[in-house]
């Protein structure tokens, strides 16, 4: 398999982290190849099927192959990560409970429970109640921390999560729940999978690159990993707290493990990224801006971080190893999914280059 002339490999990983098909096979054939010199490990955020995900790592190859001619002296190959992410849904509180039912199948009944208060949440205070216990107790826990209000939500009376999230209460919770749940699912994977099948591939230099939700995958597989054993890691557009290198990725930095530069891509023009912490806000009874996606505002509270720009194919980057970058994208960086320019995949090449 190749992507504008990169070698590369697909590996799958199911909702548990475990891998599926070929085992990661492929993927450790091409890091074992004495011609490769670093692997690229791709990871796709929300989608609802995996041609989305092929067709953005498609994009992206292309416009690596085309700002990089390659990377002289160096021959990259790319490891395609697949695993079962989800979208927001787009609708009701009725589709927003199909896709909770998807999430957590397990809890289906207990889901179809707080379905059928949805007709009394308006009129009645002691379903609103119910309808928030009822889903609060459906919710996988250990990805709960304080960076989201998620370790508060857990902690709140159902009523006073209610109260909180205001006009259109249901389908504010539903949306933070389905967020908790790819959040969690996220680091799953990326502990349980994909941290593994790194530790089997230390003949080439790994670079992690993360899109969305992906960027929390990556850089829980990059926490789990040792020190040193990452060349690169750039998050794009990340979907997780702009407050986790100072808190729960903390290790990446205080352990150093990654040898080479931290990419932050972060938007201004990124809507779709801080709709969670929005949420958790109001869940917090916080100001605005309390809570943020990495994505948004790039790393915070981490005194290590560099304030820099994402620049045009001409730019020339000063990379400091083992630290983030806080790369401000407005410029070229118009939504959530615009992570496939020339512009990124330059900052991406220069980074790799400077490992």
């Not at 692997?39 to 609802?48: C, E, P, S």
């Not at 970058?325 to 070229?332: G, S």
């Not at 992570?339 to 790799?352: E, F, T, Y």
Request: aromatic fraction near 6%; include cysteine; hydrophobic fraction near 50%.
């Amino acid at each position: 398999m190749q992507l504008s002339g990169f070698p590369a490999a697909e590996v799958e990983f199911d909702r548990t982290g475990e891998l599926v098909g070929d085992r990661g096979a492929a993927v450790r054939a091409l890091a074992a190849d004495p011609a490769v010199t670093d692997l690229v490990v791709l990871t796709h955020g929300w989608n609802d099927d995996h041609l989305v995900a092929r067709l953005l790592y498609s994009a992206l190859a292309g416009s690596l192959r085309a700002v990089s001619g390659g990377l002289p002296g160096r021959r990259i190959a790319l490891a395609c990560v697949l695993w079962p992410s989800r979208k927001l849904a787009e609708g009701g509180v009725a589709e927003r409970l199909d896709l909770l039912r998807d999430l957590v199948p397990e809890q289906r009944l207990t889901i179809d429970a707080a379905a059928d208060l949805v007709p009394a949440l308006t009129a009645r205070a002691t379903a609103r109640t119910a309808f928030a216990a009822a889903l609060l107790s459906a919710a996988a826990r250990g990805a709960d921390d304080h960076e989201d209000a998620s370790a508060q939500l857990f902690t709140l009376p159902g009523g006073t999560v209610m109260d909180r999230l205001g006009a259109d209460a249901a389908a504010h919770l539903l949306d933070f729940l389905a967020y908790y749940e790819m959040k969690a699912r996220a680091g799953e994977v990326g502990v349980r999978g994909l941290a593994p099948l790194l530790a089997d591939c230390a003949g080439s230099k790994l670079h992690l690159v993360g899109h969305s939700f992906g960027g929390r995958l990556v850089t829980a597989a990059a926490n789990a990993c040792p020190a040193g054993s990452v060349a690169t890691l750039t998050l794009l557009q990340a979907a997780f707290s702009h407050d986790a290198f100072a808190g729960a990725f903390r290790r990446v930095l205080a352990e150093r493990v990654v040898t080479g530069p931290i990419l932050v891509t972060h938007s201004a023009r990124d809507v779709a990224v801080d709709v969670a912490f929005a949420i958790a806000a109001r869940i917090a009874g916080a100001e605005s801006g309390s809570y943020g996606a990495i994505g948004r505002t790039g790393a915070q509270r981490t005194a290590e971080t560099v304030p820099a720009e994402l620049l045009p194919v001409s730019g020339t980057y000063e990379w400091r190893p083992g630290v983030p970058h806080n790369l401000r994208a407005d410029r070229f960086v118009r939504g959530h999914t615009d992570v496939c320019g020339p512009q990124i995949a330059h900052a991406l090449s220069s980074a790799i280059a400077a490992s």
